[in-house]
């Protein structure tokens, strides 16, 4: 019943942008950390951002990337900006209910299947 949809990924070049978006139904988004995760071709599966009572991001994206969320309409959004092709990876749209340990993928209780960004060189 809890379901979690990414879009807005796609092909961009070195430097440009893309927003993400993630639709959580059975789930009130309010209630929830929710969180970016990203996933590149044969590595771990790495923190982008979280957000909830604050935000948090990952080392490799602070700075150029920005979570936000709507929770009237339970949506979270991911603005990436000045994008390397070293962004290139699937991301993830996770839900966290525990409100602890916000990088660690484990510990996220629901899961989109994710949106493919691929950045060009």
Avoid: H
């Amino acid at each position: 019943q809890v379901q979690l949809t990414e879009s807005g990924g796609g092909l961009v070049q070195a430097g440009g942008s893309l927003r993400l978006s993630c639709s959580a139904s059975g789930l009130a988004s309010s209630t929830y950390r929710m969180a970016w995760f990203r996933q590149a071709p044969g590595k771990e599966r790495e923190f982008a951002a979280a957000i909830g009572r604050s935000t948090y991001y990952g080392d490799s994206v602070n700075g150029r990337f920005t979570i936000s969320r709507d929770n009237a309409n339970n949506m979270v959004y991911l603005q990436m900006n000045s994008l390397k092709p070293e962004d290139t990876a699937v991301y993830y749209c996770a839900a966290q209910q525990s409100w602890k340990n916000y990088y660690r993928a484990p510990n996220y209780d629901f899961w989109g299947q994710g949106t493919q960004v691929t950045v060009s060189s």
